[in-house]
């Protein structure tokens, strides 16, 4: 009988069916069962994660590559190897369940005391250690470690760093840093971080260091652009939205300054004007001001408790950004009941705020921002120094805080000080208040404008 005759009549699809179940441009399927999870390719002496690798290739190029492993074998020019104990792998088959890499002698992996031998699972901490050992051995990685010793050196109050020159097995751990030194007594600890990595193992290291009282800080050698990887966007929030690159300027600069300086990538919350469509005021809308920047390692606030090295908190810029929002709606739209909760857990107190010091103090946080950007908030004046003169026409008591709030900010520009603002500002300065003495302040308002703005 001819099993192809039914296929080719004239009624039939002239396309024919498969007369077995293999099918060589299907894809692999893996299975994680006794196999080598990360195998080294001699060639070229990359690391491949064998679970990401093999299924990228067919069926096909993997059926004519299992032969060829086991024919180099032969030769003793083996083509893989394990990439923690460095013996030899082949290919195999778990049937119905996918393919695999195993050692070639069980028993030698077995003396090598191999993670990957029989019976035994390694870690995440284990697999970390040897998917990245190439790339930590490698050149950038070298490099950055290179441009971190010298950003410290640059700097007298840093002790002499201390450089890991080799990239140690995994079964000697990572608990030797790649840059180690001392500030002002504390010992820091400098991470060179030029690829991606488990959060877990990230996880337990800094753990490690918190508890050895030691400060970790993770160090790139490039800003990753707009493909953020896992590990850049865990160590940016997890440092209060702050990022640290090292390159051959900021070292450069560093030692040209004698001061540690590190480009430093930030999101600081902020606000910004935004006009309300509904009444046509100019309120103000949460925003991340984004910056990067060259820093010194001496305006850092180091924090070994939370293992945080930054310019700011994240959660106090928040707040302030968050007040200055309230006090934009409460000159606007006078909604002071969530200017006055605020107020009281700010102060720490349940002390009763009447609603004129509260629009009083609405009133002086429009008038400072007004001036940061140039334009009327909260208001409807038509100008910035709309809501200037407001505070000094119907506030006195807070618009001595107002000149001294600007000058101290940088915003007593002379744009603000042309005519009626300027002679007013000059009043204020030698004490004046409309030819009479200048009141009083009000000491919570005080308090206030150093939270906000200090």
Known sequence: ????????????????????????????????????????????????????????????????????IRQAGVRREHPFVCAACGEPVILKALAGHGHYFSHVEKHVAELAGCPFREGRSPSLEE?????????????????????????????????????????????????????????????VVFEAQVSNTYPQVVAERTAFYQQEQMLLVWIFDRMPGKAWRTMHADTFCAN??????????????????GTALLWTYTLCPSVRPERCESTGRILLAPFQEERFELVAFHDLSLDVGRQTACLFELSREEHRSRHKILCAIAQAECQLDPVRRDIQDILKTDHPIS??????????????????????????????????????????????LLVYGLQRLGLDTESIRRKAWGERTREILHGRYRGAELPSQHAGSERMLSWLYD
């Open 127 to 187: 697999l970390d250690r040897m998917r990245y050992h190439g790339q930590r051995e490698g050149e950038r990685h070298r490099r950055t470690k290179e441009l971190i010793a010298r950003t410290l050196r640059a700097d007298d109050r840093f002790a002499e760093p201390l450089v890991e020159s080799t990239w140690r097995s995994y079964l000697e751990g990572w608990r030797r840093p790649d840059v180690r030194s001392e500030w002002a007594g504390l010992p």
């Open 355 to 400: 609603n004129e010091r509260l629009s009083a103090w609405a009133a002086l946080v429009c008038a400072i921002e007004s001036a940061r950007f140039a334009c009327a908030v909260g208001t409807a004046h038509a100008n910035a120094a709309g809501p200037l003169n407001l505070v000094y026409d119907h506030y006195p008591t807070v618009v001595g």
């Open 1 to 68: 009988m001819n099993l192809l005759s039914e296929h080719n009549s004239p009624e039939k699809s002239s396309v024919l069916p498969r007369m077995s179940g293999f099918d060589p441009t299907a894809h692999v399927l893996v299975t994680k069962q006794n196999a080598v999870a990360l195998v080294t390719r001699v060639a070229d002496h990359k690391t491949l994660d064998v679970a990401a690798w093999l299924p990228t290739l067919t069926m096909g190029e993997l059926h004519a590559l299992r032969p060829a």
């Open 240 to 257: 209060q939205q702050h990022l640290f690159v090292v390159d051959e300027e900021s070292a450069a600069e560093s030692e040209r300054r």
